[in-house]
C-alpha cells in the first residue's frame, strides 16, 4: 500500500495501527529504503580492460601474505565449479568483458519505476543493471530526503567480479571462485531499493516460490548481500521471514557488516539472525577505519584502507563499466573500499567449499568453519571494536572442509594450528579448549622469539621445528610459575616451527618476533 502523500513519524504509526487493527491483516510494516553500503572514496583507473598479469599487481587481496586469504593455495582444491552464487545488488552490467560468461539470467526485482530507471513498475527477468544514479535532491520524490547528485556505482557488478571474475584467461582480473556461477538479483537502483523487493529477491535467490514470478531455475547455494541501512535499525520482520526460508532451502547468506564504524548488531543486515557477518581489513591485515565492529560480526576479508594504504593497496579492483548514468560499452578498472567488497570474499569462499564437499554444509556449520579457520589479525585489534575472530583464510578452510573423519583413538584430531604472522599479537587465548597450537613459518638465520604475557594463570611455552611439540617432546621451552614465558631460536630454519600452550590460562597473548 502507498499512501498519497509522504508521513511524519507519528503519523506513520498511527496509520500502521488502524491498518493492523483491521480483520484479516496478519501484520504490517513501513517499507522503507535500503541502499548498497557506501565505499569510501572510490579510485578508478580509466585503464584498457587489463590481461590477467594485472592480477599480481592489482589483486593483493587474493595473494598477498599479510592482507590476503591465501587464493593461490585454495585453487589448488577448488574454484567453486557447479555452484551459484546470487548477489542481491544493483545488478550485472550486461556483457560485462570477462564476466558475463560466468553470469546466469536473474531478476529485476525492483517495483517502482523511479527506483528501476525503467518504464513501468513491473518486475522483469534478467537482473541487468541501468545504473543508479541521481539528480541532487532526486530522492526526495521518494520521500528519502535530499540527496547530492551521484553518477552510477555499478556496485553489484564490482562485487560479482570478486566472487567469480573469468581466471586463467590472458584478460580481466581474477575472482576468487572463478568456476562459480553469478546469479544477479536486482532489488537496488536509484535512492535504494524497498525492504519489501529485497526480501523477495532473497527468496526468489534461493529458489522459494515469489508470487508473480516464474521459480528460479537456478537457486543459489549462496547469497551475498553487500546492503544494509544507513542508520541503527532492527532487522525487518520481513528480512527475517525471508532470511528463515533461505537458510531452511540450504542457502548460506553472506553480509556485509556495514561501514558507519559502529556496532554492526545495530544495523541491518547484521541486525538480522542467520547470516555471516562479515568486517573490512586493510592490506596490513588491521582494521579498515570504517569498518563496523562488535560482537555480531563472524569473520573479516579484506575491504581495503584507501587512501591511507595507496593505490594499489589501498583497494579493491575489479572490471565496471564506464558510464555515469546508465551503461555504455566502455569498462574500466575500478578500485573501491568497503564491507560490501569483503563480503564477496567470504561469499566466494563459501562456494569454494560447497563445490568440493559431498554433502553440502548448512548455514551454521558453514559459519562455524569459516570462524574456526580464519587466520589471526597480523595487526592489533582494538578490544573495543572487535571483527571477528581472524581474516578469512581460503586455504585453511578447505583444508578443514576436506578433513576425511578422524579416529581419536589412532589419530590426532586437535584442530589444525592457528597461523601467526610476525610480530602481530593474538590476544585474549584461554586453555578452556584444551591446549592451544600454533605454526609459524620462520626466516632462516634470523633470530625468532617466541612470547606469551598478561591475563591470568599460568601457561608452559613448548617448540619444535616441524612438528607438533609436546611437554616430552620439544626443541625449545619456558616454564616458569607465570604466563610470562619466552623462547628465543638463535637461528632458526627456514621451515615452520609450531607452539604448543599447555597449563589452566586465560586472557593471554601469543606473539612471534622476528
Not at 176 to 191: E, M, T
Not at 309 to 322: E, L, M, R, S, T
Not at 505 to 510: A, D, E, H, L, R
Request: hydrophobic share 35%; charged share 15%.
Amino acid at each position: 500500500m502507498r499512501t498519497s502523500r509522504a508521513l511524519n513519524a507519528a503519523e506513520s504509526a498511527n496509520f500502521v495501527r488502524e491498518l493492523a487493527a483491521e480483520p484479516g491483516v496478519a501484520s504490517v510494516q513501513v517499507d522503507k529504503l535500503y541502499r548498497a553500503l557506501d565505499t569510501a572514496p572510490g579510485l578508478v583507473q580509466p585503464r584498457m580492460v587489463p590481461n590477467d598479469p594485472q592480477y599480481g599487481t592489482l589483486q593483493w587481496n587474493f595473494n598477498d601474505a599479510t592482507g590476503g586469504v591465501r587464493a593461490e593455495q585454495a585453487w589448488e582444491r577448488s574454484t567453486g565449479a557447479g555452484v551459484v552464487v546470487a548477489v542481491v545488488d544493483t545488478g550485472v552490467v550486461q556483457n560485462t568483458p570477462d564476466l558475463a560468461a560466468n553470469v546466469l539470467p536473474g531478476y529485476d526485482m525492483i517495483s517502482d519505476h523511479l527506483i528501476s530507471r525503467r518504464e513501468s513498475d513491473a518486475r522483469v527477468a534478467g537482473g541487468w543493471d541501468q545504473g543508479d544514479w541521481v539528480e541532487a535532491d532526486y530522492c526526495t520524490q521518494l520521500g528519502a530526503g535530499g540527496h547530492p547528485a551521484r553518477a552510477s556505482s555499478w556496485h553489484g557488478t564490482h562485487v560479482s567480479g570478486t566472487i567469480a571474475q573469468v581466471t586463467n584467461n590472458g584478460s580481466g582480473l581474477a575472482g576468487l571462485a572463478h568456476n562459480a556461477k553469478i546469479l544477479p538479483v536486482r532489488v537496488l537502483g536509484s535512492c535504494g531499493g524497498y525492504s519489501s523487493d529485497i526480501a523477495d529477491g532473497i527468496l526468489w535467490a534461493a529458489g522459494a516460490t515469489v508470487e508473480g514470478l516464474p521459480v528460479n531455475p537456478n537457486p543459489a547455494e549462496v547469497i551475498n548481500m553487500s546492503l544494509g541501512s544507513s542508520g541503527p535499525d532492527t532487522c525487518p520482520q520481513v528480512y527475517q521471514d525471508a532470511i528463515n526460508q533461505a537458510d531452511s532451502l540450504g542457502a548460506t547468506i553472506v553480509v556485509a557488516a556495514g561501514n558507519s564504524n559502529a556496532d554492526a548488531g545495530t544495523y541491518t543486515m547484521s541486525s538480522c539472525s542467520g547470516v555471516i557477518s562479515v568486517g573490512a581489513t586493510r592490506s596490513t591485515g588491521g582494521k579498515a577505519s570504517y569498518s563496523s565492529w562488535g560482537s555480531r560480526v563472524d569473520l573479516s576479508a579484506p575491504g581495503g584502507g584507501g587512501d591511507v594504504d595507496g593505490d594499489p593497496k589501498g583497494y579493491i579492483f575489479q572490471v565496471i563499466n564506464a558510464g555515469t548514468t546508465v551503461p555504455t560499452g566502455e569498462f574500466v578498472i575500478g578500485g573501491y573500499t568497503g564491507t560490501s567488497m569483503a563480503s564477496p570474499h567470504v561469499a566466494a569462499a563459501v562456494a569454494l567449499v560447497q563445490s568440493v564437499v559431498e554433502t553440502p554444509l548448512k548455514w551454521d556449520q558453514m559459519r562455524d568453519l569459516l570462524k574456526r579457520t580464519a587466520r589471526p589479525f597480523p595487526a592489533s585489534i582494538p578490544s573495543s571494536t572487535p571483527i571477528g575472530t581472524g581474516i578469512l583464510n581460503a586455504s585453511a578452510l578447505l583444508t578443514a572442509a576436506l578433513a576425511p573423519p578422524c579416529d581419536p583413538n589412532t589419530e590426532d584430531c586437535s584442530p589444525p594450528p592457528v597461523e601467526l604472522t610476525n610480530k602481530a599479537e593474538l590476544r585474549g587465548v584461554n586453555s578452556e579448549s584444551g591446549d592451544a597450537v600454533y605454526s609459524y613459518v620462520a626466516t632462516a638465520g634470523v633470530p625468532l622469539t617466541v612470547m606469551t604475557l598478561g591475563g591470568s594463570g599460568n601457561a608452559s611455552l613448548y617448540v619444535a621445528r616441524g612438528r607438533k611439540p609436546t611437554a616430552t617432546d620439544f626443541d625449545a621451552s619456558s616454564v616458569r610459575p607465570t604466563n610470562t614465558e619466552t623462547v628465543r631460536i638463535a637461528q632458526p630454519a627456514a621451515d615452520t616451527y609450531y607452539i604448543r600452550l599447555t597449563g589452566t590460562y586465560s586472557g593471554v597473548t601469543v606473539v612471534v618476533r622476528q
